[in-house]
């Protein structure tokens, strides 16, 4: 699993798999708020229907500080 976050965008990505190919993320499930209504999750899944990563909006509000510190930037 790892970790990266985009500072500008507030947003971090979660890769569930070990890596993920360019297109292998061929389904989204979208807008799912968060409680509170302080950010949203995307999640990805392949063409198994396998859940293989996750995007968080508004991160810094939903996830703990330490997450968002010791994730990598995406570039």
């Given at each position: 699993?790892?970790?990266t976050y985009d500072a500008e965008a507030n947003a971090?990505?979660?890769t569930i798999a070990d890596e993920i190919p360019a297109g292998a993320a061929t389904q989204q499930l979208h807008s799912i708020a968060t409680?509170?209504?302080l950010g949203e999750i995307i999640l990805d899944f392949?063409?198994?229907n396998r859940?293989?990563?996750l995007?968080?909006?508004n991160a810094r509000l939903v996830l703990p500080e330490?997450?968002?510190k010791a994730a990598k930037d995406p570039a």
């Open positions: 699993m790892r970790v971090a990505y979660i409680p509170g209504g392949d063409d198994d859940l293989i990563g995007e968080v909006l330490n997450v968002i």
